[in-house]
């Protein structure tokens, strides 16, 4: 259900976020209209914007008969001032560049009418940092999606220093709107939360092959099949609930003056860096990628996520 005060959203970027954010907006009944400097991008826009509505009524998370309704919602347009001359809130998907987000940040502020809040889907950059662009600090804000949009539901949503509350309230109401889950951060972090939750245990599992206690290929397994598999169904304070508090303050007291707290990145992953290994795109990393495995593995994440998200579960 969209919320009262925005009809039309601008989105920024047509790239592999914009697109799908621009069809959520439309799926949950906003106007949309979507700009991007590449004319190539905005020319191919519709095509991938049908493609992806497609794979969504693939999957059955979207009707087939309501495409042409959705998609028809969505204007591509040819410039920045377009954008901004429609747009009620404004969504910001491109380059992750502090420097070309910041130029967009200060056009959109002298473009867009002051009431006009400026998201970013920035994954790290700081919401302080852009808002120093504008004119309006208080209505810049990160709401950070997760790919693919269309199945993931988190947002989080991020204050700068000079971020009004209610502009967070208003973004991620907005958010909501458009069946997202939005949590929201009382002020900026490196890395929001989800980052630094993951990187967080990506520290200690390369630790544990640094030290050689254990293979790569032993640290996921040790992963999916056993606490991985609840983390898909419920975080860490519910899991800790359900094992006993007093169980995990004795585990944390035994185990967190061995945790690794180095702040350089593992030897071993470094050289696999330097030389090049540097995952599927390069045909190995701690893996080997042969032809066809990325798109599998990508399929798999998918089809998974379906599962948890797409009504698979049955709470
Ligand atoms: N790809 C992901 O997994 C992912 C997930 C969450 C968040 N994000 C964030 O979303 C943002 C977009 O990422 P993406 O993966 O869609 O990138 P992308 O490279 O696919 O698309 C970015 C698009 O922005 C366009 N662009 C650059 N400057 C512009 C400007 N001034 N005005 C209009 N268009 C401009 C580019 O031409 C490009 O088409 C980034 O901030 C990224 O960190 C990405």
């Known amino acids: 259900m969209k919320i009262p005060e925005i009809s039309t959203v601008g989105v920024l970027g047509a790239g592999l976020m914009g697109h799908g954010l621009a069809l959520e907006f439309a799926r949950a009944g906003y106007e949309v209209a979507i700009y991007d400097t590449i004319a190539a991008m905005r020319d191919?826009?519709?095509?991938?914007?049908?493609g992806a509505y497609k794979t969504m009524s693939d999957m059955g998370i979207a009707e087939a008969?309501?495409?042409?309704?959705?998609?028809?919602?969505?204007?591509?347009?040819?410039?920045?001032?377009?954008?901004?001359?429609?747009?009620?809130?404004?969504?910001?998907?491109?380059?992750?560049?502090l420097e070309i987000k910041q130029a967009a940040f200060a056009e959109l502020d002298r473009i867009c009418g002051p009431d006009v809040i400026l998201a970013s889907n920035t994954s790290?950059?700081?919401?302080?940092?852009?808002?120093?662009?504008?004119?309006?600090?208080?209505?810049?804000?990160?709401?950070?999606?997760?790919?693919?949009?269309?199945?993931?539901?988190?947002?989080?949503?991020?204050?700068?220093?000079?971020?009004?509350?209610?502009t967070v309230d208003l973004a991620a109401r907005i958010c909501e709107s458009i069946g997202k889950t939005a949590i929201r951060l009382g002020r900026e972090v490196q890395g929001f939360v989800v980052n630094r939750l993951q990187f967080a245990m990506f520290r200690e599992a390369l630790s544990l092959v640094q030290s050689g206690v254990v293979s790569a290929d032993?640290?996921?397994?040790?992963?999916?099949?056993?606490?991985?598999?609840?983390?898909?169904?419920?975080?860490?304070?519910?899991?800790?609930?359900?094992?006993?508090?007093?169980?995990?303050?004795?585990?944390?007291?035994?185990?967190?003056?061995t945790l690794?707290?180095?702040?350089?990145?593992?030897?071993w992953f470094q050289e696999k860096v330097a030389d090049g290994e540097i995952g599927a795109?390069?045909?190995?990393?701690?893996?080997?990628?042969?032809?066809?495995?990325?798109?599998?593995?990508?399929?798999?994440?998918?089809?998974?996520?379906?599962?948890?998200?797409?009504?698979g579960m049955d709470d």
Not at 79 to 84: K, V
Not at 147 to 162: A, F, Q, S, T, W
Not at 227 to 244: E, H, M, Q, S, T
Not at 262 to 267: F, I
């Open 218 to 257: 032993d640290v996921d397994k040790a992963t999916t099949m056993s606490w991985g598999n609840r983390l898909g169904v419920f975080g860490p304070f519910k899991i800790a609930d359900i094992a006993g508090l007093d169980t995990y303050q004795f585990v944390c007291n035994t185990v967190f003056p």
């Open 65 to 97: 008969a309501a495409a042409d309704e959705t998609l028809g919602r969505i204007k591509v347009v040819d410039s920045m001032e377009a954008l901004g001359a429609t747009a009620e809130y404004v969504l910001e998907a491109i380059t992750e560049d």
């Open 44 to 50: 191919s826009a519709p095509e991938r914007l049908r």
């Open 124 to 166: 790290a950059l700081s919401p302080t940092a852009l808002a120093s662009a504008t004119n309006r600090p208080a209505k810049v804000v990160v709401t950070h999606f997760f790919i693919p949009p269309y199945l993931l539901p988190l947002v989080e949503v991020v204050p700068g220093d000079g971020t009004d509350p209610a």
């Open 260 to 267: 690794d707290n180095s702040t350089d990145v593992a030897e």
């Open 281 to 311: 795109k390069s045909g190995a990393g701690v893996y080997p990628w042969p032809e066809g495995a990325l798109d599998d593995a990508r399929a798999r994440i998918a089809r998974h996520a379906l599962f948890v998200f797409g009504g």
